[in-house]
C-alpha cells in the first residue's frame, strides 16, 4: 500500500528533524514503519493539508489503557497545531473505547510537547529500537464519556 509507505516515510522524516544520525535513524525504521495489520489492530488518523499528508497518529486501546504508539508531523508543520490536533483526536479515540488513560513512550526531544498538552511522567521505559536506550513514559489521563 502506498499510503502506508507514505506515512511511514513521514514518520521517519519527523523522526529525523531532532539529529540523529544514519546509524540511530537507520536501528528505528521497523518502528517508524506501518503495516497492513496496523490498519486492523490500531487506529490511525492522518493530517492533511491541501491534499499534501502532514502528520500521523496511531493508537492501540487494550482494555482500560491506550498507548501512543505514533504521533509524527512534517517539520514544515510543526506549531501550526497539527501536533495537538492529532494528540486530541488520540485522546478522544482512546477515551470512547473505553481507556483511562494514554500512555505515551516518547521521543525525549518531543516530550515537552506531551507536557504541554497535559501529559505526566511515568518513569521510563526501554526503546523498542536501540537497546540500552530509555524513553520517557508519560501518560495521560482520560475522563469517562458521559
Same mark, same amino acid.
Given at each position: 500500500?502506498?499510503?502506508?509507505?507514505?506515512?511511514?516515510?513521514? !514518520?521517519?522524516?519527523?523522526?529525523?528533524?531532532?539529529?540523529?544520525?544514519?546509524?540511530?535513524?537507520?536501528? !528505528?525504521?521497523?518502528?517508524?514503519?506501518?503495516?497492513?495489520?496496523?490498519?486492523?489492530?490500531?487506529?490511525?488518523? $492522518?493530517?492533511?493539508?491541501? *491534499?499534501?499528508?502532514?502528520?500521523?497518529?496511531? $493508537?492501540?486501546?487494550?482494555?482500560?489503557?491506550?498507548?501512543?504508539?505514533?504521533?509524527? $508531523?512534517?517539520?514544515?508543520?510543526?506549531?501550526?497545531?497539527?501536533g495537538k490536533a492529532l494528540l486530541v483526536w488520540a485522546t478522544d479515540m482512546a477515551n470512547k473505547l473505553g481507556a483511562k488513560r494514554l500512555i505515551i513512550d516518547s521521543d525525549p526531544e518531543?516530550?515537552?510537547?506531551?507536557?504541554?498538552? *497535559?501529559?505526566?511522567?511515568?518513569?521510563?521505559?526501554?526503546? *523498542?529500537?536501540?537497546?540500552?536506550?530509555?524513553?520517557?513514559?508519560?501518560?495521560?489521563?482520560?475522563?469517562?464519556?458521559?
Amino acid at each position: 500500500m502506498d499510503e502506508l509507505s507514505d506515512i511511514s516515510d513521514l !514518520c521517519f522524516r519527523s523522526k529525523a528533524i531532532w539529529g540523529y544520525d544514519e546509524e540511530f535513524m537507520n536501528a !528505528c525504521r521497523a518502528e517508524l514503519s506501518l503495516e497492513p495489520p496496523d490498519l486492523e489492530l490500531t487506529l490511525i488518523a $492522518v493530517a492533511e493539508n491541501h *491534499g499534501k499528508l502532514i502528520g500521523v497518529a496511531q $493508537v492501540k486501546v487494550a482494555d482500560d489503557e491506550a498507548d501512543l504508539l505514533k504521533l509524527f $508531523v512534517e517539520a514544515t508543520a510543526l506549531r501550526s497545531g497539527t501536533g495537538k490536533a492529532l494528540l486530541v483526536w488520540a485522546t478522544d479515540m482512546a477515551n470512547k473505547l473505553g481507556a483511562k488513560r494514554l500512555i505515551i513512550d516518547s521521543d525525549p526531544e518531543a516530550a515537552p510537547f506531551y507536557r504541554r498538552m *497535559g501529559a505526566y511522567d511515568l518513569g521510563q521505559s526501554p526503546s *523498542g529500537s536501540v537497546p540500552g536506550r530509555m524513553l520517557p513514559r508519560l501518560a495521560i489521563n482520560l475522563c469517562p464519556a458521559d
